[in-house]
Each structure stands twice: as C-alpha cells, then as structure tokens.
C-alpha cells in the first residue's frame, strides 16, 4: 500500500487531502465574506435611497417659483 501511495504522490495529477479540505474552506470563507458584503451593500443602498426621497420631498414643499 505504501508503494501505491509513494507511486500516486509523484504522479503529476495527485492532490491531497489537505489540499481539498483547504480549498473547501477558502471557498466556504469567501462565500461567507461575499454574502456579508451583499448585507452591508443592502442596507448603504437603503440609507442612501431614504435620504434622497427625503430631499425630494423636503424640495416639493418648498414655497416659490422654484418648486414644482
């Protein structure tokens, strides 16, 4: 069995186990980081929104030739 594991390690196409399970959590890491970046980006995008509707509707009651 030895011989078979020496025999497949200096093969060009073997990969670990360590190897996977590392790869798995990188993967796993960024899906992570990319979801809670989504959240962040969410909630920004709906300040920002609020903020603008806000300003809209404080110009709309404005008094003078330049509201609409």
């Known amino acids: 069995m030895q011989k078979v594991m ?3 390690r200096k093969n060009g196409g073997y990969v ?3 190897t996977v399970i590392v790869a798995g959590l990188i993967i796993g890491l960024g899906a992570l980081s990319i979801s ?4 962040s980006a969410n909630g920004v995008t709906t300040q920002a929104l609020t903020q603008v509707h806000n300003v809209q509707d404080n110009y709309s009651k404005l008094a003078g030739p330049t509201a609409q």
């Not at 809670?36 to 959240?39: N, T, V």
């Open 6 to 8: 020496n025999k497949l």
């Open 16 to 18: 670990s186990i360590e």
């Open 36 to 39: 809670a970046f989504q959240q």
